[in-house]
């Protein structure tokens, strides 16, 4: 079993910035596993936002974020982080981490393939 902790969500002007956090215990990750962050807006779908291999230097960003986010992770805390620059009005939802003990980047955008979940973090930009 893991437990994902995120935190470091808050309300930001458009054009700021923020880095959230999430952190695992329990089972211990593999080769294979994959860490990835989601969002929800209000009366929206939860979407893929970024993803990141736990040993491996592989990464996935949804078009929506590439350029603005850097997903990265410190194996030694066990953390993954998401740094979110150039922040916009759109980008205000509950953000989520997830994770997947065995999954591919190729498929790392589908939340099906997760299984275990954060209780998630609001992130609010205003304009």
């Known amino acids: 079993q893991v437990q994902l902790v995120e935190s470091g969500g808050g309300l930001v002007q458009a054009g700021g910035s923020l880095r959230l956090s999430c952190v695992a215990s329990?089972?211990?990750?593999?080769?294979?596993?994959?860490v990835g962050w989601f969002r929800q807006a209000p009366g929206k779908e939860r979407e893929s936002v970024a993803a990141?291999?736990?040993?491996?230097?592989?990464?996935y960003y949804s078009d929506s974020v590439k350029g603005r986010f850097t997903i990265s992770r410190d194996n030694a805390k066990n953390t993954v982080y998401l740094s979110m620059n150039s922040l916009r009005p759109e980008d205000t939802a509950v953000y989520y981490c997830?994770?997947?003990?065995?999954?591919?980047?190729?498929?790392?955008?589908?939340?099906?393939?997760?299984?275990?979940w954060g209780q998630g973090t609001q992130v609010t930009v205003s304009s």
């Open positions: 997830a994770a997947a003990t065995r999954l591919s980047i190729a498929l790392s955008a589908f939340e099906s393939q997760y299984e275990y």
């Open positions: 329990g089972r211990t990750f593999g080769s294979n596993s994959i």
């Open positions: 990141i291999r736990w040993t491996i230097w592989s990464t």
